[in-house]
């Protein structure tokens, strides 16, 4: 049988320091996915989802701020028939469907501001128009004199599902901070549940068969539990490039200098606990 051609998503890794006395210094952001959604129902992943043609379209690429054609070419190669800014727009897109968080900033690049009432009442406003169809993703941008701001997003990793899945996805993975002004919130069109979690935690959980989740999911709780801090996070990705990809990059790079025994989801009573 001949492998699905894998369509291209893009996920996000919502991250945010831990509160003092925390087990670990980090935690991110997991939905569940609807258990009857046909691709991966019922189990546990980052926001995200594939791929619109209206995200790679050119009124699209207009409405991006923060990266240019070129920049994210330089991150991303581009696909056949897919604009590689594309996926940074599909990530603050599918942000605010499966959060209701919203990365955008005005034309002179200032974040707006979900504490004023009336930008949040906006942000629902655009999602509720984005939900029901009304217009494209830009569109809708453009009637709030908005632009998405792709200057939060890190680019992680990048996943392709199995030949032997009849739904496959060529996913690109970006680790955002949560913005100060705004928390995600459960919208159950796509999901039946939404939460913070420790990283490791998170990977105990999976090990323990108590959360199922496909390998990106896994190997990024697991990506994040080595790390120290936030700050120790973000400076691991100042240069924006992709950190893994692929069994080879995997087990080849990564993991060939992760120290496993030490690691907080196999060492409960280490440093961190």
């Not at 043609?53 to 207009?62: K, M, R």
């Not at 629902?124 to 453009?142: C, V």
């Not at 490791?200 to 999976?206: L, M, N």
């Amino acid at each position: 049988m001949t492998p699905a051609d894998p369509k291209p998503a893009a996920s996000v890794l919502l991250v945010r320091a831990a509160p003092g006395g925390a087990a670990e210094p980090l935690e991110v952001y997991m939905i569940r996915r609807q258990k009857g959604m046909k691709f991966l129902g019922g189990y546990y992943a980052f926001p995200g989802g594939k791929v619109d043609v209206e995200d790679g379209a050119g009124d699209a690429a207009a409405r991006c701020h923060g990266l240019t054609s070129s920049e994210a070419e330089a991150l991303v190669p581009r696909a056949a028939g897919v604009p590689s800014l594309a996926y940074w727009m599909t990530s603050v897109r599918e942000l605010l469907e499966e959060t209701g968080l919203l990365l955008a900033c005005d034309a002179g690049g200032r974040a707006i501001d979900a504490h004023d009432p009336l930008v949040a009442a906006r942000i629902d406003r655009l999602r509720k128009s984005l939900m029901a169809g009304e217009a494209p993703f830009a569109t809708l941008l453009t009637r709030e004199a908005w632009y998405a701001d792709a200057r939060p997003l890190r680019y992680l990793s990048h996943f392709i599902t199995p030949t032997s899945s009849p739904i496959r996805f060529s996913a690109r993975f970006f680790l955002c901070p949560v913005p100060v002004d705004q928390l995600p919130r459960l919208y159950t069109e796509e999901t039946s549940e939404g939460f913070w979690i420790a990283p490791g935690i998170g990977y105990q959980r999976f090990c323990a068969g108590e959360m199922a989740m496909a390998e990106p999911a896994e190997y990024g709780l697991g990506y994040l539990a080595q790390f120290d801090s936030f700050d120790d996070l973000w400076a691991a990705h100042a240069d924006g490039a992709h950190k893994f990809h692929g069994i080879i990059d995997r087990i080849d790079t990564f993991w060939k200098e992760f120290d496993w025994n030490a690691a907080p989801w196999r060492n409960p009573r280490g440093p961190r606990s």
